[in-house]
Every structure is written in structure tokens, then in C-alpha cells.
Nanobody, 114 residues
Framework: QVRLVESGGGLVQAGGSLRLSCAAS????????MGWYRQAPGKERDMVAT???????NYADSVKGRFTISRESAKNTVYLQMKSLRSEDTAVYYC????????WGKGTPVTVSS
């Protein structure tokens, strides 16, 4: 059983920053990849950023240059640093871990006011 717990969401003004955290119940190196996805109201869940076991990162075009995914193995935690936030970044952000299937956290909401 894998448990992923997100934190760090909240209300921020446009142009501001937030850092999301995803704490896993076991070593993050047990997974092929981990990442962040987001779902805005009435829209599908989309990939935001992923990091593979080997450290390769991938970003959605809409967040390149503004968001950074990173990890801290000692804390079994993956982070998403978000800068220059825009109103269109408003969504519920979900942590994902992939290992012979997908595991999801319950999500943390991010609201960017313009």
C-alpha cells in the first residue's frame, strides 16, 4: 500500500510563489517515476511535471521556466516549486507515483487570484 500526502497549496496572488510537497509512505526510489498533475474545474487532469527514478524531468509547456520539480530522498518527498503564478494555474494539484500502476494523493488546491 502506497500513501501520498500533498501539502502546501493555498491562495496566492498572481505573480506569487508556492511550494508543494508530496510525502510518500515509502522510499521514492521504489517508483519508476513521480510527478505532479493538476485538474481545474470542468477540465481533465493534466501532467504538470514528472521526475523519473534516474532523475530525468519533464514539464508541461505551460509551466516550463516557472515550475521546478525536485526530490529529497531522506524525507521520501517530492516538491513542486511554483513561481510567477498565473490565474490559469488555479487547480487541484495531485501527486502521482508510478510503479506497476499509478498511485495518487488526495490533492491540494491552489488558487491564484488576479
Amino acid at each position: 500500500q502506497v500513501r501520498l500526502v500533498e501539502s502546501g497549496g493555498g491562495l496566492v496572488q498572481a505573480g506569487g510563489s508556492l511550494r508543494l510537497s508530496c510525502a510518500a509512505s515509502r522510499s521514492i526510489f521504489d517508483f519508476n517515476a513521480m510527478g505532479w498533475y493538476r485538474q481545474a474545474p470542468g477540465k481533465e487532469r493534466d501532467m504538470v511535471a514528472t521526475i523519473t527514478w534516474g532523475g530525468r524531468v519533464n514539464y508541461a509547456d505551460s509551466v516550463k521556466g516557472r515550475f521546478t520539480i525536485s526530490r529529497e530522498s531522506a524525507k521520501n518527498t517530492v516538491y513542486l516549486q511554483m513561481k510567477s503564478l498565473r490565474s490559469e494555474d488555479t487547480a487541484v494539484y495531485y501527486c502521482n507515483a508510478n510503479s506497476r500502476g499509478d498511485y495518487w494523493g488526495k490533492g491540494t488546491p491552489v488558487t491564484v487570484s488576479s
